[in-house]
């Protein structure tokens, strides 16, 4: 069965950072194109960063490019964003999500955690 | 970048009824569209894939058709459980972009 574990949201204040992880299982992490999507409380969703499998790959959109890093430890089958510069519109629910070999990008999703920021 | 573009933003239906929700993109991305379905409080799950392709365990009232610029996903006839927010994606190519969503209520 395919989990995705998300941990490390809290509260930080703007400017800070913070570096959320997601904790994989159930599948061939090494394999598997992931992504990091967020949602504003009362908001859609937003697509925020994708890595390829060997982690030599990565995307992001304009709104976090130059603040955020994503990366992997395929060692550890463990997904990562660190977060820098952070805003109070970088308020949301991290949610991380497996892609479905090429076919789609987000197949499996994780139950996400919530970042905060805020003075 | 492309855009997506959901409407109705909202859709008030009763259980039995065919909806069908739209979404348009600002160029083409031939079949590279999916949906998906979430549920206050919880992650959004995958509905359907490359346009029209039923994600497994998706029921099958559920479906989805068009290809380049113009998506419909269809609910052939409403159930209970299908009351929530329904989203289209994009990736044809980065940036990935939604649509942004569609509340089903009921009526």
């Known amino acids: 069965e395919v989990q995705l574990l998300e941990s490390g949201g809290g509260l930080v204040q703007p400017g800070g950072s913070l570096r959320v992880s997601c904790a994989a299982s159930?599948?061939?992490?090494?394999?598997?194109?992931m992504s990091w999507v967020r949602q504003a409380p009362g908001k859609g969703l937003e697509w925020v960063s994708d890595i390829s499998g060997s982690g030599g790959t990565t995307y992001y959109a304009d709104s976090v490019t130059g603040r955020f890093t994503i990366s992997r430890d395929n060692s550890k089958d463990t997904l990562y964003l660190q977060m820098n510069s952070l805003r109070a519109e970088d308020t949301a629910v991290y949610y991380c999500a497996k892609g479905r070999g090429g076919a789609a990008p987000a197949q499996y999703w994780g139950q996400g955690t919530l970042v905060t920021v805020s003075s | 970048d492309i855009q997506m573009t959901q409407s109705p933003s909202t859709l008030s239906a009763s259980v039995g009824d065919r909806v069908t929700i739209t979404c348009r993109a600002s160029q083409s991305i031939t079949i590279w569209l999916a949906w998906y379905q979430q549920k206050p409080g919880k992650a959004p799950k995958l509905l359907i894939y490359?346009?029209?392709s039923l994600e497994s365990g998706v029921p099958s009232r559920f479906s989805g058709s068009g290809s380049g610029t113009e998506f419909t996903l269809t609910i052939s006839s409403l159930q209970p459980d299908d009351f929530a927010t329904y989203y289209c994606q994009q990736y044809n190519s980065y940036l990935y972009t939604f649509g942004q969503g569609t509340k089903l209520e009921i009526k």
């Open positions: 159930g599948f061939t992490f090494t394999s598997h194109a």
């Open positions: 490359k346009a029209s």
